[in-house]
């Protein structure tokens, strides 16, 4: 086997073709070390998307001294025996939960970290994150929000460490609908750094904790009401770069079953913040129009090129659902239906509620609030809700600059694209470099509005897609294509029609 046969549906650049959808972006993970040849080009992409390096020794200093003097709340839930689920490796843990069941329900126990408690408006590290936006992912490095001494330290929430924590308590019915939320202040203990792959062995074997089998419970039941009401979650592979006698390979993981439920919970704690905030007419909420009909009618030709049975009649969500990630043509699939995303912003809003208030795919009002470590958002959020539940003004800082945040992480949200639509040109420009002058079947799944010599094209066996050029190129059509460039300086890869 070719290594290009390991090759799935990314993003690709296509400064020059503005008009054309860009195949989503998923992070790109190496199994082993970052090859030499790309580690030029990674430095290359930081310096172009300006992505901050170091945090300056005021904002370091800053964050020493706040790991010491973290404003405490009164409350103790370290009653409660939470845990953290999330990536083995990481260490920046925004939310640990803890489920109960109560009758014939349950409640829902999602601890957030409190940022608030160290970050204080217009200091240093408030400064800096507002610069930042958001942590950005590469291959070889991440780079955080906040600097490591509390994303990784103090305010992040370790086993074993009392940490201050926004505590959302959500009461949820026998059929998985919310039925009330609380969002408080409050210190907070896990007991264990859980990871998905381990999670799901032990639910499989049935040897997971009571609060492990409910989130199972409660995932599910959250996943069929989302599915009634048409919303979309897509259950994204990761990619992994992966080497064998062949040479590279570009491979998709599907997600576990885990990984779902788990964000059922956070997609739950965003819903309840969403209708904290539209009841008490302020907030920022997350929003997304309505999709057109160009897409789709690129989301049907993009399932003929991968041979997967398209409906006119299916909403997305019926369609998304009959997708099974571990099959590599739908993970490609599911890949290109996160355009469905496109066009999400942010809202502030105080004292009536936007007109535009939902978020188009989830069929439901949405805000960002579970992940203040590593989202700027978050934190404003988080601040709104916890007044909200309490019944007070919400803090004059918050009101002063919650204006300013849609802006900030709209920003923050381009550059993240941006950042990580390079890094996926130039791993999958380096995985086919060797194939210049080849050939490949494939299906024209988008061409130019303006220049109908210009377009994408998803190959048919390996679910590549990629810029494409020729005379009147045949919109959902089969055709042939020659690969012409895979440039790893420019994170470019090219085809040109073949002509019959």
Known sequence: MHRTEHLLATAWERDSCPSLTPMPLQRVRFAEAVPEVFRASLQEIRREQEVPAEFPPEVTAAALEAAQHARLPELDRTDLEFVTIDPPDSMDLDQALHIERTGDGFTVYYAIADVAAFVQAGDPIDAEARRRGETLYAPDKRTPLHPPELSEGAASLLPDQVRPALLWTITVDAGGESTGVTCERALVKSRAKLNYAGVQKDLDAGTASESLHLLREVGKLREQRELERGGVNLPIPDQEVVTSNHGWGLEFRAPLPVEGWNAQISL????????????????????????????????????????????????????????????????????????????????AFDGQVPEQSQHAAMKAAYAHVTAPLRRLVDRWAGEICVALSAGVEVPAWVRDSMDEIPKIMDDADRRAHAYERSIVGMVEAGLVADQVGSEFDGVITDVDDKENTRGIVTLTKFAIEGRVTGTALPLGQKVRVKLVEADIAKRTVAFELVQN
């Open 268 to 347: 739950l704690t965003g819903t309840a913040a969403a209708q904290l905030m539209t009841k008490g007419k302020i907030g920022i909420l997350r929003t997304l129009p309505e999709s057109h009909d160009d897409l789709r009618r690129k989301l049907g030709n993009t399932a003929k090129a991968l041979g997967i049975v398209w409906s006119d009649e299916a909403t997305y969500a019926e369609f998304i659902h009959g997708l099974d990630p571990k099959v590599p043509a739908h993970a490609a699939m599911l890949a290109a239906c996160t355009v469905l995303f496109r066009g999400a912003g942010y809202t």
